[in-house]
């Protein structure tokens, strides 16, 4: 009787105890050059300093997008958050572009607030490379 007591509790202490801890994948790439520098994600403060900071986001992607016409770069950033079905939205997420000195020049939200020239932009521009993402599993 007392073994059952004792082990009882230590099952119970044992599923009390534990916690799911997120798992994260990451992908970087330093081989790409924009913004007339090599490696923007250790190069740019700004964009190392978004990167930590995002380090444990459900889902970061940055992107690197070139002018077809001008060649001038642009950095896309698209922050997305996990679902959750007490909100509304259930998933909000924030897609916006920046200059290569890290200011905010375009923006879609989940809200639906959009900067005039959105759609434009990415008729003129092309991806040229995803240089940084972090997803929860």
């Known amino acids: ?7 009882s509790l230590f099952t119970l202490l044992f599923f009390v105890g534990c916690k ?3 798992q994260y994948s990451r992908f970087e790439n330093h081989n790409v050059s924009a913004c007339g520098i090599t490696d923007p994600l250790n190069n740019f403060p700004w964009l190392k300093a978004y990167c930590s900071e995002h380090y444990n986001s459900y889902s970061t992607t940055v992107s690197i ?26 998933i909000i997420w924030t897609h916006v572009v920046y200059t290569c000195e890290g200011v905010g020049i375009l923006f879609n939200y989940t809200e639906g607030t959009v900067s005039e020239g959105w759609d434009a932009f990415f008729l003129e521009n092309t991806l040229v490379a995803k240089i940084w993402e972090v997803t929860e599993n």
Not at 1 to 7: A, F, L, P, Q
Not at 65 to 78: C, D, R
């Open 65 to 90: 997008y070139k002018n077809n016409t001008s060649g001038e770069n642009h950095i896309v950033i698209l922050n997305t958050s996990a679902e959750n079905r007490d909100r509304s939205p259930s």
């Open 20 to 22: 799911n801890e997120p």
């Open 1 to 7: 009787m007392r073994k059952t007591i004792i082990c």
